[in-house]
């Protein structure tokens, strides 16, 4: 019986010891709970929460918040998630709630970049890319995200043509190959949005609007540029210039997220160029024409009244007419998105409408972009997708477009005085209020995929898809403009239709397989057709009649009328393919071939094949390395070869086209000229206009070699990396219209006659400046590109090419870049006579072969560069180049606490411009009737002083003689025209405040974010004109383009 009480009461007491241990050892088990953030204070779901040496873990949910029990006081929990550095913390007793921050990893070597069909880590990429986080684009005052693109990729040029909202923007991936960059065309790099090819260069419209304000840049999840062949070379014929994949917002798993931001701004107006007004005005004419005038012009009453009558009312005005058309204006954002993912469905939909007003009077940019993504997976195997997006875009354009090619209704050449005075009704013309003028510029663009998915075919890692895309694209203008501002004084209505359809089919297997933990195989290998139709049509009319007929269609037919047509038909069909491998992510090998089939070539020509290899070794997963892995965290060597292509603008190269029209019927044409009608035996006939260029079916394909080389390196536990490239891009046999004999009946011959170099050096530095886990966080991103831009190939055995008018040639030369301008160098001003160089064959004075008259004192002093003594084109030289030597730009972002702070500054050097402005202002001043137009002109009231001219002998002066312009003073192609289109611009400054989670979590938000942005702040250039980046893409400045403006926004972004 005791041995049975004993083994009992035994027994309870091991059962009750352990169950005292295990209450004890639960009772040390510690909760811990809390939020992790990033820098900025965003919610960041999916971060790993892991219990050092347990194994044990959660992840945070979709608000960011976990919560984990670890084993005991002083335990580490590691924070970790993909563009992040991970963190590690000690958790001491009673920690309680413990919220984080976790830095963005700037080296990224795990971010996942898009490469084409295929994803791969920035660890394991042999290409030459670039990524860009969509939060760079988020609530920024722009239609376009291109635009934000400017200064954050090395090698990338972005500079913007206009300041006019929704315009197109000069997109450039190292260099440019573009040979319609003379005629102001612009050339872009290829859009992939979504798995939707984007091409923007079929897409026409009326004025030039930017096709990309179709996509929201609120959406967009990131940005890879692909820089080289062994990257690009996937796309084939679309390569060319580059290909800029974007990748839009998906929703994380859980509750639906709910999220709207709201801006308001402020363009400000912009600032005028200097000009004297009033007494001013009136004092430097008078003192110019008293010490350099004619007598006979003061002794016969010559001069103007409103020069001479300061005391009448009617002359004594002191208007700076730019102010009339310049304003402050308003702009605003409203975004709105809601999406939730769940094992077997996603959705997002999203809505934004971005509304500008101009700060040029008349002018406005309206623009709403949809977008619906819908995932479905019915089973763990199929996947099916639709994406749908679409931009609805209205936008006006003031008075000015196309009256004198001008956003001014007034030209340069002939800008009023400050004497001068207008109506109300004129004013109203003027500034594009007045009631009979109309403006309907609508755009709409429809775009998306649908796609099939297989995850597993066959085998483990194969899988399958196929999709099929489509862009629809539509783009009218109706304007009507009155007499009062036309030039011929009579009515004029004009209506365009620019249409675009494009649709396409790709299937593609993608195969990707470990081996062992140590080698990795992937590949894609798949087939394509699209087919592209564009129907463009316009038609103008002047009307004589009241302005309550404002469409073209109110117009009777007959010689008043003019119209055109144009429909084409171009369809593709490829193959393309990639094969990579990796050994234990050291030894990196990857090649990619595709075949183009295009409609626009001939039979024999119609394949082009642009294959690719690449490279890469990983030196720091090197056994002997890792001594260095203190130090150098990461090094790769890469380098590759490979081949993108082309097609020629034209549809229809290879034929020979012949062009009819309307004016050959005795039409009234665009300008308003009258064609007399054309007969025969009395009848009157068509004719062809032989104009067109003579072409061949040999055209082919135009391709682009490129060679990189380049190295990835981190430094000091990844918070220095370096990424540095080695280029060459050969655009060889550019399809191109070069002079025809005369005996072939053509001006021009079409054919494959220019090679183009562009070779470079880019480099990117990133950092973090700041110590980790600091409350101060600080980084930096500075890129730098230098890109050397060279023709290396022409027909006719390599001589010279000239293009557009004489007066204002530029050239295709071997040797040098691509159109520099064509200029007379001259050196100053003769000063007297005896400083005009002598001819010792003839005694005479040196000439101007284009007037005729010799040169004299108070003449532009030229250099006569073939030594004959007479100044004609033989003399001229290339000068200036408009494609940029070196661009870059400086980010800093700092935060603290709930506060985050970014500041762009972007820089281009090397670009020329040729200030048609000054030259504009120079000839007015210099008319040979100056004596009246100085009353009613603007002319000199510039920033000019009565130093700048030459007046007497002896005189050293900037400017010539305005009284005497026999060898043509103020040709625009002389070299103190063209000038250093450098600048640095801080160009963008965005300042954010996250509120603190527990005052969000009592509102019952996720998330509330209060920001401003300062855009485009100061600029420091080197030019006369106000603002080198705004001139037209071949270097041309008018002075009369629209400005870019300062921008000052506030809002609020919140998310529940």
Same mark, same amino acid.
């Given at each position: 019986?005791?041995?049975?009480?004993?083994?009992?009461?035994?027994?309870?007491?091991?059962?009750?010891?352990?169950?005292?241990?295990?209450?004890?050892?639960?009772?040390?088990?510690?909760?811990?709970?809390?939020?992790?953030?990033?820098?900025?204070?965003?919610?960041?779901?999916?971060?790993?929460?892991? +219990?050092?040496?347990?194994?044990?873990?959660?992840?945070?949910?979709?608000?960011?918040?976990?919560?984990?029990?670890?084993?005991?006081?002083?335990?580490?929990?590691?924070?970790?998630?993909?563009?992040?550095?991970?963190?590690?913390?000690?958790?001491?007793?009673?920690?309680?709630? !413990?919220?984080?921050?976790?830095?963005?990893?700037?080296?990224?070597?795990?971010?996942?970049?898009?490469?084409?069909?295929?994803?791969?880590?920035?660890? *394991?990429?042999?290409?030459?890319?670039?990524?860009?986080?969509?939060?760079?684009?988020?609530?920024?005052?722009? @239609?376009?995200?291109?635009?934000?693109?400017? &200064?954050?990729?090395?090698? $990338?040029?972005?500079?913007?043509?206009? &300041?006019?909202?929704?315009?197109?923007?000069?997109?450039?991936?190292?260099?440019?190959?573009?040979?319609?960059?003379?005629?102001?065309?612009?050339?872009?790099?290829?859009?992939?949005?979504?798995?939707?090819? /984007?091409?923007?260069?079929?897409?026409?419209?009326? /004025?030039?609007?930017?096709?990309?304000?179709?996509?929201?840049?609120?959406?967009?999840?990131?940005?890879?540029?692909?820089?080289?062949?062994?990257?690009?070379?996937?796309?084939?014929?679309?390569?060319?210039?580059?290909?800029?994949?974007?990748?839009? *917002?998906?929703?994380?798993?859980?509750?639906?997220? #709910?999220?709207?931001?709201?801006?308001?701004?402020?363009?400000?107006?912009?600032?005028?160029?200097?000009?004297?007004?009033?007494?001013?005005?009136?004092?430097?004419? $008078?003192?110019?024409?008293?010490?350099?005038?004619?007598?006979?012009?003061?002794?016969?009453?010559?001069?103007? $009244?409103?020069?001479?009558?300061?005391?009448?009312?009617?002359?004594?005005?002191?208007?700076?007419?730019?102010?009339?058309?310049?304003?402050?204006?308003?702009?605003?954002?409203?975004? =709105?998105?809601?999406?939730?993912?769940? +094992?077997?469905?996603?959705?997002?939909?999203?809505?934004?409408?971005?509304?500008?007003?101009?700060?040029?009077?008349?002018?406005?940019?309206?623009?709403?972009?949809?977008?619906?993504?819908?995932?479905?997976?019915?089973?763990?195997?199929?996947?099916? +997708?639709?994406?749908?997006? =679409?931009?609805?875009?209205?936008?006006?354009?003031?008075?000015?477009?196309?009256?004198?090619?001008?956003?001014?209704?007034?030209?340069?050449?002939?800008?009023?005085?400050?004497?001068?005075? #207008?109506?109300?009704?004129?004013?109203?013309?003027?500034?594009?209020?007045?009631?009979?003028? $109309?403006?309907?510029?609508? %755009?709409?663009?429809?775009?998306?995929?649908?796609?099939?998915?297989?995850?597993?075919?066959?085998?483990?890692?194969?899988?399958?898809?196929?999709? !099929?895309?489509?862009?629809?694209?539509?783009?009218?203008?109706?304007?009507?403009?009155?007499?009062?501002?036309?030039?011929?004084?009579?009515?004029?209505?004009?209506?365009?239709?620019?249409?675009?359809?494009?649709?396409?089919?790709?299937?593609?297997?993608?195969?990707? *397989?470990?081996?062992?933990?140590?080698?990795?195989?992937?590949?894609?290998?798949?087939?394509?057709?699209?087919?592209?139709?564009?129907?463009?049509? !316009?038609?103008?009319?002047?009307?004589?009649?009241?302005?309550?007929?404002?469409?073209?269609?109110?117009?009777?037919?007959?010689?008043?009328?003019?119209?055109?047509?144009?429909?084409?038909?171009?369809?593709?069909?490829?193959?393309?393919?990639?094969?990579?491998?990796?050994?234990?992510?050291?030894?990196?090998?990857?090649?990619?071939?595709?075949?183009?089939?295009?409609?626009?070539?001939?039979?024999?020509?119609?394949?082009?094949?642009?294959?690719?290899?690449?490279?890469?070794?990983?030196?720091?997963?090197?056994?002997?390395?890792?001594?260095?892995?203190?130090?150098?965290?990461?090094? *790769?060597?890469?380098?590759?070869?490979?081949?993108?292509?082309?097609?020629?603008?034209?549809?229809?190269?290879?034929?020979?086209?012949?062009?009819?029209?309307?004016?050959?019927?005795?039409?009234?044409?665009?300008?308003?000229?009258?064609?007399?009608?054309?007969?025969?035996? &009395?009848?009157?006939?068509?004719?062809?206009?032989?104009?067109?260029?003579?072409?061949?079916?040999?055209?082919?394909?135009?391709?682009?070699?490129?060679?990189?080389?380049?190295?990835? =390196?981190?430094?000091?536990?990844?918070?220095?990396?370096?990424?540095?490239?080695?280029?060459?891009?050969?655009?060889?046999?550019?399809?191109?219209?070069?002079?025809?004999?005369?005996?072939?009946?053509?001006?021009?011959? @079409?054919?494959?006659?220019?090679?183009?170099?562009?070779?470079?050096?880019?480099?990117?530095?990133?950092?973090?400046?700041?110590?980790?886990?600091?409350?101060?966080?600080?980084?930096?991103?500075?890129?730098?590109?230098?890109?050397?831009?060279?023709?290396?190939?022409?027909?006719?055995?390599?001589?010279?090419?000239?293009?557009?008018?004489?007066?204002?040639?530029? %050239?295709?030369?071997?040797?040098?870049?691509?159109?520099?301008?064509?200029?007379?160098?001259?050196?100053?001003?003769?000063?007297?006579?005896?400083?005009?160089? #002598?001819?010792?064959?003839?005694?005479?004075?040196?000439?101007?072969?284009?007037?005729?008259?010799?040169?004299?004192?108070?003449?532009?002093?030229?250099?006569?560069?073939?030594?004959?003594?007479?100044?004609?084109?033989?003399?001229?030289?290339?000068?200036?180049?408009?494609?940029?030597?070196?661009?870059?730009?400086?980010?800093?972002?700092?935060?603290?606490?709930?506060?985050?702070?970014?500041?762009?500054?972007?820089?281009?050097?090397?670009?020329?411009?040729?200030?048609?402005?000054?030259?504009?202002?120079?000839?007015?001043?210099?008319?040979?009737?100056?004596?009246?137009?100085?009353?009613?002109?603007?002319?000199?009231?510039?920033?000019?002083?009565?130093?700048?001219?030459?007046?007497?002998?002896?005189?050293?002066?900037?400017?010539?003689?305005?009284?005497?312009?026999?060898?043509?003073?103020?040709?625009?192609?002389?070299?103190?025209?063209?000038?250093?289109?450098?600048?640095?611009?801080?160009?963008?400054?965005?300042?954010?405040?996250?509120?603190?989670?527990?005052?969000?979590?009592?509102?019952?938000?996720?998330?509330?974010?209060?920001?401003?942005?300062?855009?485009?702040?100061?600029?420091?250039?080197?030019?006369?004109?106000?603002?080198?980046?705004?001139? +037209?893409?071949?270097?041309?400045?008018?002075?009369? &383009?629209?400005?870019?403006?300062?921008?000052?926004?506030?809002?609020?972004?919140?998310?529940?």
């Amino acid at each position: 019986m005791k041995k049975v009480q004993l083994s009992t009461w035994l027994n309870s007491f091991v059962c009750c010891f352990l169950l005292f241990a295990m209450q004890q050892l639960y009772a040390q088990e510690i909760p811990v709970a809390g939020v992790v953030r990033d820098q900025q204070g965003n919610p960041l779901p999916g971060v790993s929460v892991v +219990e050092r040496g347990t194994g044990k873990g959660v992840k945070t949910d979709e608000n960011g918040f976990y919560e984990i029990s670890i084993t005991s006081a002083g335990r580490t929990l590691i924070f970790s998630s993909v563009g992040f550095h991970a963190q590690q913390h000690v958790i001491r007793a009673a920690a309680g709630s !413990f919220d984080i921050t976790l830095e963005e990893d700037l080296s990224s070597l795990d971010e996942v970049v898009i490469i084409g069909y295929q994803d791969v880590t920035r660890r *394991k990429t042999t290409g030459a890319i670039a990524s860009v986080k969509g939060k760079e684009f988020e609530n920024t005052p722009y @239609t376009t995200f291109d635009a934000m693109l400017q &200064g954050r990729v090395a090698g $990338m040029t972005v500079l913007s043509p206009s &300041g006019e909202p929704g315009t197109n923007n000069i997109v450039n991936i190292r260099g440019s190959s573009n040979l319609e960059l003379a005629n102001n065309s612009i050339s872009a790099p290829l859009y992939v949005i979504d798995n939707i090819i /984007y091409d923007v260069n079929d897409f026409g419209s009326a /004025y030039g609007a930017n096709p990309l304000q179709s996509i929201n840049p609120n959406d967009i999840e990131s940005v890879d540029i692909l820089k080289d062949a062994s990257a690009s070379a996937i796309y084939g014929a679309r390569a060319a210039n580059g290909v800029i994949i974007v990748k839009t *917002k998906r929703p994380m798993a859980g509750k639906p997220e #709910i999220r709207v931001s709201a801006f308001y701004g402020i363009a400000d107006r912009p600032a005028m160029k200097p000009i004297q007004v009033g007494t001013a005005e009136r004092r430097l004419k $008078m003192d110019m024409l008293y010490i350099g005038g004619n007598d006979n012009w003061f002794y016969n009453n010559q001069l103007s $009244m409103m020069l001479t009558d300061s005391l009448n009312p009617a002359f004594n005005n002191n208007t700076d007419w730019q102010g009339l058309f310049l304003r402050a204006a308003a702009l605003n954002n409203v975004n =709105a998105s809601v999406g939730a993912s769940t +094992e077997n469905f996603t959705y997002r939909f999203s809505v934004q409408r971005y509304y500008e007003e101009g700060v040029m009077i008349g002018y406005e940019n309206d623009n709403v972009t949809p977008r619906i993504f819908l995932q479905a997976n019915p089973t763990p195997n199929l996947q099916f +997708e639709t994406n749908l997006f =679409a931009g609805l875009t209205r936008a006006k354009h003031g008075s000015g477009d196309g009256v004198y090619g001008s956003k001014y209704p007034f030209n340069t050449w002939g800008f009023p005085s400050s004497f001068w005075q #207008i109506t109300d009704e004129e004013e109203a013309v003027y500034t594009g209020r007045y009631d009979d003028l $109309m403006d309907n510029d609508r %755009t709409t663009s429809i775009n998306g995929n649908t796609a099939f998915t297989v995850k597993k075919v066959v085998v483990p890692g194969l899988s399958f898809r196929t999709q !099929f895309s489509y862009n629809i694209n539509n783009n009218t203008r109706d304007l009507f403009q009155p007499g009062l501002i036309t030039p011929n004084r009579r009515n004029y209505a004009r209506s365009w239709v620019y249409q675009n359809q494009r649709w396409e089919v790709e299937s593609f297997f993608n195969y990707i *397989k470990t081996i062992k933990d140590d080698h990795t195989l992937s590949g894609v290998l798949g087939y394509g057709m699209e087919k592209n139709t564009q129907n463009n049509r !316009f038609a103008s009319g002047w009307n004589d009649n009241s302005t309550v007929v404002k469409s073209v269609s109110g117009i009777p037919s007959g010689p008043d009328l003019y119209a055109w047509t144009d429909l084409a038909e171009r369809s593709r069909v490829s193959v393309f393919g990639r094969l990579s491998y990796d050994y234990k992510g050291r030894y990196l090998l990857s090649g990619s071939y595709r075949q183009d089939a295009s409609s626009r070539y001939s039979r024999d020509n119609r394949w082009g094949v642009f294959p690719a290899v690449s490279a890469g070794w990983a030196v720091s997963e090197e056994p002997f390395f890792e001594p260095l892995k203190h130090a150098v965290s990461f090094f *790769k060597f890469r380098g590759s070869y490979g081949l993108t292509g082309l097609d020629p603008g034209s549809y229809y190269a290879q034929y020979m086209t012949l062009g009819f029209n309307a004016g050959y019927v005795g039409a009234v044409l665009d300008n308003g000229n009258e064609v007399a009608p054309n007969t025969y035996n &009395g009848t009157t006939v068509t004719y062809p206009n032989y104009q067109n260029a003579a072409s061949s079916p040999g055209i082919r394909w135009e391709r682009t070699p490129q060679f990189n080389v380049g190295v990835d =390196a981190n430094f000091i536990e990844d918070r220095i990396s370096v990424t540095a490239d080695y280029y060459i891009r050969n655009s060889q046999s550019l399809v191109f219209q070069s002079p025809a004999p005369l005996t072939t009946g053509f001006s021009q011959l @079409t054919g494959n006659f220019v090679d183009i170099r562009n070779s470079g050096v880019e480099l990117t530095i990133n950092s973090v400046n700041t110590r980790a886990g600091a409350a101060f966080h600080w980084s930096t991103n500075f890129n730098i590109a230098f890109n050397k831009n060279m023709v290396t190939g022409l027909p006719n055995g390599g001589r010279e090419f000239r293009t557009g008018p004489p007066w204002m040639e530029r %050239t295709l030369n071997i040797g040098q870049p691509l159109f520099p301008f064509q200029v007379w160098r001259v050196n100053g001003v003769f000063a007297t006579d005896a400083d005009v160089p #002598i001819d010792p064959l003839t005694g005479n004075r040196l000439r101007n072969g284009l007037t005729g008259q010799y040169y004299k004192a108070g003449d532009p002093a030229p250099v006569d560069v073939n030594g004959d003594y007479i100044i004609d084109y033989l003399d001229k030289i290339s000068l200036g180049d408009p494609n940029p030597r070196v661009v870059g730009g400086l980010t800093n972002s700092f935060a603290y606490k709930g506060f985050t702070l970014q500041v762009l500054v972007t820089f281009v050097e090397g670009r020329s411009l040729w200030n048609g402005y000054l030259s504009d202002r120079l000839q007015d001043a210099g008319s040979p009737t100056l004596f009246t137009t100085w009353g009613t002109n603007s002319a000199i009231a510039g920033d000019f002083n009565l130093s700048d001219f030459w007046l007497r002998p002896g005189d050293r002066s900037r400017f010539p003689n305005l009284f005497s312009n026999t060898v043509d003073n103020w040709h625009i192609a002389q070299n103190y025209f063209v000038e250093n289109a450098s600048f640095v611009r801080l160009k963008n400054i965005q300042l954010g405040y996250n509120l603190p989670q527990k005052i969000v979590d009592k509102l019952r938000f996720r998330s509330i974010r209060l920001f401003s942005v300062v855009d485009n702040l100061y600029i420091r250039s080197w030019s006369d004109t106000p603002d080198p980046e705004a001139v +037209e893409p071949n270097g041309y400045s008018t002075g009369n &383009g629209y400005p870019i403006p300062k921008k000052f926004t506030f809002g609020i972004d919140v998310s529940f």
